[in-house]
């Protein structure tokens, strides 16, 4: 069983990519935490968690989604992190999380995907984009065939990763991941795009404009997809590309 959780698509597109090797079920958590469904989940075959990277671990909200979920059968998980640039010591912590949760921890694979965190960094062009994806699929589909052949997944930690997943991490959440930089800007139409894809109804209308709320987590799906490209965070997102996967 795959569960995913995806801002701007990168991780949705490699479970997608990832179970049409597998076969199974998949499950988008963002539907889940967003729809407040129940849960609870039962597979035979392994449980394959796909997302993003977030301060080189796994995102808080997946954390807690899973620390909160009950699985049932298979207690094997596999974890596959998208990123743009590494995972740093994601493993560790991902370790630590399967074996809150009683489950057997058969490895985590990092896939350099397209930046799409223009809070702080630069998107690709989609040029470049392509480039990346090219290459990301191929490691996809290697990784997919380990997870069905239940073979161990591994990624490469360094010292430096080390200190980015267990110094910088919580720093980086305290100081930066808020929702109070985000505006809407004059170019707004009203859409209602970014209340839709918010996957923590974190955002309404109000008077025709959005509003946040506190509950944030920086997976920018708001900013990326806004059709008319009238959402910025602070002056960190200003005249940036904005990338999110196309189908």
């Known amino acids: 069983m795959i569960l995913y959780f995806s801002g701007t698509g990168n991780s949705?597109?490699?479970?997608?990519?990832?179970?049409?090797?597998?076969?199974?079920?998949?499950?988008?958590?963002?539907?889940?935490?967003?729809?407040?469904?129940?849960?609870?989940?039962?597979?035979?075959e392994p449980y394959v968690i796909v997302c993003p990277t977030y301060a080189w671990r796994v995102p808080r909200v997946v954390e807690d989604f899973i620390m909160k979920a009950e699985f049932k059968g298979s207690k094997r998980v596999y974890f596959v992190l998208t990123c743009g640039d590494g995972a740093g010591n994601a493993t560790n912590y991902a370790k630590e999380l399967a074996h809150k949760k009683k489950l057997i921890f058969k490895g985590l694979k990092s896939i350099v995907m397209p930046e799409n965190y223009i809070a702080m960094f630069n998107s690709p062009s989609p040029e470049a984009a392509d480039e990346i994806l090219k290459k990301a699929d191929k490691e996809i589909l290697i990784t997919a065939e380990k997870i069905k052949n239940s073979s161990p997944i591994r990624d490469n930690v360094?010292?430096?990763?080390?200190?980015?997943?267990?110094?910088?991490?919580?720093?980086?959440?305290?100081?930066?991941?808020?929702?109070?930089?985000?505006?809407?800007?004059?170019?707004?139409i009203s859409c209602g795009k970014c209340v839709e894809v918010c996957p923590l109804n974190n955002i309404s209308l109000s008077d025709k404009r959005p509003v946040w709320g506190n509950n944030c987590t920086h997976c920018m799906a708001c900013i990326s997809y806004c059709p008319q490209e009238a959402i910025e965070y602070k002056n960190k997102s200003v005249g940036k590309h904005r990338y999110h996967y196309e189908d």
């Open 12 to 44: 949705r597109h490699a479970a997608e990519l990832i179970h049409s090797v597998t076969g199974g079920d998949i499950i988008s958590i963002n539907d889940i935490i967003k729809h407040s469904k129940p849960s609870v989940f039962e597979s035979e």
């Open 158 to 188: 360094g010292f430096s990763g080390k200190i980015l997943s267990g110094i910088v991490n919580p720093v980086f959440y305290s100081l930066f991941v808020s929702a109070k930089g985000f505006r809407a800007t004059e170019q707004c």
